[in-house]
């Protein structure tokens, strides 16, 4: 069933636009600053303890509602697991986004194609940088973080698992906004999410090395692994980065570049790899999935 709800959550996240509203969880967004409202000017919850209590009932909640419609039917209980892990996923498709940037590039639409560079590189573009490269980083990040890390707490915990991961990206997000007053709690709630995103991360790195050219991929993992600044909630990100742009031979395929600049056609040719690379890997987690399934390892 596990399988099956996973699958049917990618179709309805694929087909039906009005899923794409459900993925924005304004709602629990706003929870949690009202949350955090609540507990200014009182120290203990600037912390750990903060974190705690602004995640836990979100996820009580979840467990209890799944276990509450599965006993009463268990085909309720399913139809939940499959409404959360709809809305846990995102809140942004990142395959349809470079769907639209390659389509713009196609079309010649240089306005369209700035609009939707800017959307994918995000706040990760360095001004007056190409905004290619950041792109490329965001493809294999997102596709991870947006995706691949949610089901991976799906197939473990069911539907809780979904909401604790999403939910502990959107309050990490949060909480780098946050004033300096609030540093403990900001570093409490990525160190949650570090610990929710170690495993799946590798995971990410490991599928983007079997999907594209493994010897790179795992050089690249290892130069940044040994690099590493202590920071490991931070590695998470950078792992996975460095496996899918080694998978994606990019650091040789710039070094045959003579130009100065590479030119736009070679950064476009390098989004349609790192899409291609994205969903062959998703494509390899579901056959592990299944044969987790076939074998009786998950439900």
């Known amino acids: 069933m596990t399988l099956i709800a996973i699958l049917l959550s990618l179709a309805i996240s694929r087909m039906i636009e009005a899923a794409h509203g459900w993925r924005r969880l304004d709602w629990l967004a706003n929870y949690a600053d ?3 409202s609540r507990m200014a000017g009182e120290s203990v919850w600037n912390g750990p303890l903060g974190v705690f209590v602004i995640v836990a009932p979100v996820v009580f909640v979840t467990g209890w509602l799944h276990a509450t419609l599965s006993d009463w039917l268990g085909m309720f209980g ?3 697991a499959v409404v959360v892990l709809v809305a846990s996923i995102g809140p942004r498709d990142v395959d349809k986004q470079v769907e639209h940037l390659l389509d713009a590039w196609g079309r010649n639409d240089a306005d369209a194609v700035n609009d939707q560079l800017a959307g994918l590189a995000g706040d990760s573009h360095a001004p007056g940088l190409p905004r290619e490269p950041a792109v490329i980083h965001n493809i294999l990040a997102g596709t991870h973080t947006q995706l691949l890390g949610i089901i991976f707490w799906f197939v473990v915990l069911g539907p ?6 999403r939910f502990s990206v959107m309050v990490a997000q949060a909480a780098r906004h946050y004033s300096d007053d609030w540093r ?9 999410h570090g610990v929710l995103d170690w495993i799946p991360s590798r995971l990410t790195a490991l599928g983007y090395g079997i999907t594209g050219s493994f010897v790179d991929a795992l050089h690249s993992w290892r130069n940044v692994a040994e690099a590493g600044n202590g920071d490991w909630v931070a590695n998470n990100r950078t792992i996975v980065i460095a496996s899918g742009t080694g998978a994606l031979q990019l650091e040789a395929a710039l070094a045959g570049i003579t130009d100065d600049e590479p030119p736009r056609e070679f950064w476009f040719g390098q989004i349609s790899a790192a899409q291609a690379l994205s969903r062959r890997t998703i494509v390899l987690w579901l056959a592990m999935i299944a044969i987790l399934t076939l074998a009786g390892w998950t439900r």
């Open 34 to 36: 009202w949350a955090r």
């Open 78 to 80: 399913f139809a939940f």
């Open 160 to 165: 809780i698992g979904a909401v604790a991961y």
């Open 184 to 192: 403990s709690f900001t570093n409490a709630a990525e160190v949650l």
